[in-house]
Nanobody, 129 residues
């Protein structure tokens, strides 16, 4: 089992920034990749970004490319999502997820929420216009 705790969400004006954090505990040696997804009211959950534990490769949804950055912390069990130039359409609950049971690489695999095994409780990001 891997436990995930997210933090860093909040209310921000359009154009502002937030840094989301996700700390993993438990069987962290099983982690193959970590990702961020988001879900806005009335919409399906969508992929935001992912990072491969093997080589640090990063992947982004087109909607956030150039504005968001995913990275690993020095402690290795933490992943961050730096969100810049936020827009009202970025408003959503942001979830951190771990892919552990299967090896998965590339955007085509890491962008699929069904591939992830463990999920955090989510953190709300609200962007005011």
């Amino acid at each position: 089992q891997v436990q995930l705790v997210e933090s860093g969400g909040g209310l921000v004006q359009a154009g502002g920034s937030l840094r989301l954090s996700c700390a993993a505990s438990g069987r962290t040696f099983t982690i193959n990749a970590m990702g961020w997804f988001r879900q806005a009211p009335g919409k399906e959950r969508e992929f935001v970004a992912a990072i491969s534990w093997n080589d640090g490769s990063t992947y982004y949804a087109d909607s956030v490319k150039g504005r968001f950055t995913i990275s690993r912390g020095n402690a290795k069990n933490t992943v961050y999502l730096q969100t810049n130039s936020l827009k009202p359409e970025d408003t959503a609950v942001y979830y951190c997820a771990v892919l552990a049971r299967y090896y998965c690489s590339g955007y085509g695999c890491l962008s699929l929420d069904a591939k992830y095994d463990y999920w955090g409780q989510g953190t709300q990001v609200t962007v005011a216009s």
